[in-house]
């Protein structure tokens, strides 16, 4: 089970658990997803996107299963994470941008946390407080304490360690020396708070665009699914590619 997480809003957690979840069930994997964003249900939406697509225009397009919760409470997101792993091969679980009881639960539920962060020290700040001159990591800030949490509660309930991935989301092709400042400054936070920093993903449009088909980047050799395979996207499936063997889940995007 692979929870996307981060207190940080808008650093890519939905986008990427659609494109997980896609390219696992387009590899002919059972997938499950989970929203607990109650609020923007972005990843429900997308999905519901999917599915209007394919009654629209009868492409075969494999659509992940949302598991809905009914209420609100921890108890009940146990049981739904239960059948939810009795019936998929995966489970993913978005969160909000923000700590809330259930989001900090989906981290305890889940052994696989992954953690997109816009490539800007605004966003490092919630993992960790940076020396400014010298991008030192002075001490790990309120999500990694979170995470570190969420390891003792895994440790006392008897729970495999979690495994913690962290990608910088929207690389620009320029920002040349911020992107070298964040890349040590991450190197030295992977090794204090304990995760592994994994390969991440260019800016790119198309990610914006599909969302109103419910279409991804993996979808877009499916025969009837209307996308240009351009240079920009090629190179957006070979990030994706990277980023999704480094969480483990090698080949499940074929090559090209
Ligand atoms: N690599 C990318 N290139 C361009 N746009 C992107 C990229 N990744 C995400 N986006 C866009 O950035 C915005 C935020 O992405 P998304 O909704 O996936 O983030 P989130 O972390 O789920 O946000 P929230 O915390 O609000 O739930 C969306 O408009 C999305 O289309
Ligand atoms: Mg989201």
């Known amino acids: 089970m692979v929870v996307l997480g981060n207190e940080k809003g808008g650093t890519g957690k939905s986008t990427i658990a659609m494109h997980m979840a896609v390219a696992f069930a387009n590899a002919g994997g059972r997938v499950g997803v989970i929203d607990l964003d109650v609020r923007q249900k972005s990843v429900s939406r997308y999905i519901e996107n999917r599915i209007a697509t394919v009654a629209r225009t009868d492409v075969l397009l494999p659509v992940p299963t949302v598991y809905e919760m009914a209420g609100d409470t921890v108890e009940e997101l146990a049981e739904l994470t239960m059948t939810a792993m009795r019936e998929q091969d995966l489970v993913i679980i978005d969160t909000p941008g923000s700590a809330t009881e259930l989001s900090r639960a989906g981290h305890v539920f889940a052994d696989t946390l992954v953690t997109p962060l816009n490539d800007s020290f605004i966003d490092l700040d919630v993992l960790g407080r940076v020396e400014p001159e010298t991008h030192k990591v002075l001490h790990p800030s309120h999500y990694s304490e979170l995470v570190w949490d969420t390891r003792k509660e895994r ?102």
Request: hydrophobic share 50%.
């Open 155 to 256: 440790a006392r309930v008897g729970r495999a360690p979690l495994r913690w991935f962290v990608l910088r989301n929207r690389l620009s092709h320029v920002d040349a020396r911020n992107k070298r400042a964040m890349e040590e400054a991450i190197a030295a936070l992977a090794q204090r708070v304990g995760f592994v920093s994994v390969t991440g993903l260019g800016e790119r449009v198309i990610y914006r665009e599909l969302f109103l088909t419910g279409l991804t980047l993996l979808d877009v050799r499916t025969p009837g699914v209307a996308i240009d395979l351009s240079v920009s996207h090629i190179a957006a499936r070979q990030e994706l590619r990277a980023l999704f063997n480094g969480v483990g889940f090698t080949d499940i995007i074929p090559g090209g």
